[in-house]
């Protein structure tokens, strides 16, 4: 891919994860980080599983599946 397509499409990832709820971007990004710095593939599953149960209890979860059911944008607070 040149160096111009790249740039295009990084940009666009990252603009697509910046409508996601930013706690979920951030539990994401700490099971990713565990899982690159050695950690055993069961602590990351109990990492992962933590931080489904924690965002499950969010206001931004909530949010996230009305606006799903509703088919709109949602409006993530970062609750």
């Known amino acids: 891919m040149p160096d111009a397509e790249l740039e295009v499409a990084a ?13 979920g971007l951030r539990l994401t990004k700490e099971c990713l980080r565990m899982s690159l ?15 489904q149960v924690l965002a499950a ?12 059911l509703e088919k709109r944008p949602a409006k993530f607070q970062d609750a």
Not at 61 to 66: H, K, L, P, S
Request: zero cysteines; glycine letters at 8%; aromatic letters at 4%.
């Open 37 to 51: 710095d050695a950690g055993s593939l069961e602590e990351v599953i109990a990492l992962e599983d933590r931080n």
């Open 11 to 23: 940009r666009a990832l990252a603009e697509d994860m910046l409508r996601n709820t930013p706690l």
């Open 57 to 68: 209890g969010t206001a931004d979860f909530r949010e996230g599946v009305a606006a799903f």
